[in-house]
């Protein structure tokens, strides 16, 4: 006679990424990320509540430098969440095994949806004319240092897009290094670079709809990373023996890549430099972001650079004050909690 508490038993034993499709919420393996998924919901925004008018005024104040550096944002902007989504349902959602994480994946694939109807949104007012946004959304193959970014983002999505089981050490390696590099590189370096930029602009009073959305996508961004980073926790628990001298030599290869990539990208935008934002001072963030990320992924960190950016804080503690006060009000859905910025800036 079959044991009845067998398929129980297997339930309990199976990790995070073993082969399969489990469909079963009860018993609850992961009640965290479900609690991941609850908290996203309650952070629902739309694009409808951004407001641009002010920005279109500020525009004709800039300088043809600054002009430059805001016409290369929009055009990465245009297209990098779409990288991110696509990446989402062609490999995150296809490997990891677990409804609880599945629900917080589909809500993800959500919020980059409307971040991508923020970027058109946004090209759209910066952009009137219909040539000039043709160009910002073809900027993957006309723009050197967004199509280097690009070709980053596409290194790690073809290492494991062809696999269908993450049967072997192997396989699963390398489904570790194309979550952490989503997680940690892409979100969490080259979109914190975009954002230092734009409040870079707010710390000038300048382009206050596009500091107000992009708080929203920094709020958004900062719970993916958080959700990724604790996948990478638990498959840590299950397979210690994933996380070797090797892994972390790899993983601190890429994110050197990704520094790398965002510094030609930062040199592009500041060309010799402008009032508070240069190169070198970029360097220095983008160092100290992923010294940050390597540290959150128990690797020890290797710049040792510190953030010259104040505003970086200042302007999305402001901004998100204003959001949670005026959330109950404005919405059916409350929010609750708190959000900090001392880690990840």
């Not at 004319?129 to 240092?145: G, L, M, Y």
């Not at 935008?269 to 983008?286: A, K, Q």
């Amino acid at each position: 006679m079959s044991d009845p508490t067998l398929p129980e038993q297997k339930k309990r034993n199976q990790n995070l990424l073993d082969p399969g499709f489990e469909l079963t919420l009860r018993p609850m393996r992961y009640p965290d990320f479900y609690e991941r998924y609850r908290d996203a919901i309650k952070n629902t925004w739309t694009v409808e509540e951004v407001d641009l008018h002010s920005d279109v005024s500020d525009l004709a104040k800039l300088t043809p430098g600054e002009q430059h550096l805001i016409g290369r944002l929009v055009a990465f902007f245009a297209t990098g969440d779409s990288i991110v989504s696509n990446n989402l349902v062609l490999t995150l959602y296809k490997h990891i095994n677990s409804p609880e994480a599945r629900l917080y994946l589909s809500r993800q694939l959500f919020e980059e949806a409307v971040h991508v109807q923020f970027y058109l949104t946004l090209l759209d007012t910066y952009l009137p004319d219909p040539d000039d946004r043709a160009a910002a959304f073809a900027a993957v193959e006309n723009i050197p240092s967004i199509r280097a970014k690009a070709e980053f983002c596409f290194k790690w999505i073809d290492e494991v897009e062809k696999i269908d089981r993450l049967e072997s050490r192997s396989d699963r390696r390398r489904f570790l290094l194309n979550l952490i590099c989503f997680a940690a590189c892409i979100e969490g370096l080259f979109f914190y670079g975009a954002f230092a930029y734009v409040y870079w602009f707010r710390s000038r009073g300048l382009l206050h709809g596009l500091a107000t959305g992009t708080n929203w996508v920094f709020r958004d961004e900062t719970m993916h990373m958080s959700f990724a980073f604790d996948v990478v926790d638990t498959v840590r628990k299950e397979e210690p023996e994933l996380f070797d001298d090797k892994l972390e030599a790899e993983v601190k290869e890429m994110l050197a890549g990704a520094v790398d990539a965002e510094l030609q990208f930062a040199r592009d935008l500041c060309g010799d430099g402008l009032p508070g934002m240069n190169t070198e001072s970029m360097r220095e963030y983008l160092q100290c972001v992923a010294d940050q990320r390597l540290v959150r992924l128990g690797f020890s960190p290797v710049y040792g650079s510190s953030n010259p950016f104040s505003f970086m804080e200042l302007q999305g503690v402001q901004e998100l004050t204003n959001f949670f006060e005026r959330r109950p009000s404005a919405y059916q859905v409350a929010v609750e909690g708190s959000v900090s910025f001392d880690d990840d800036f």
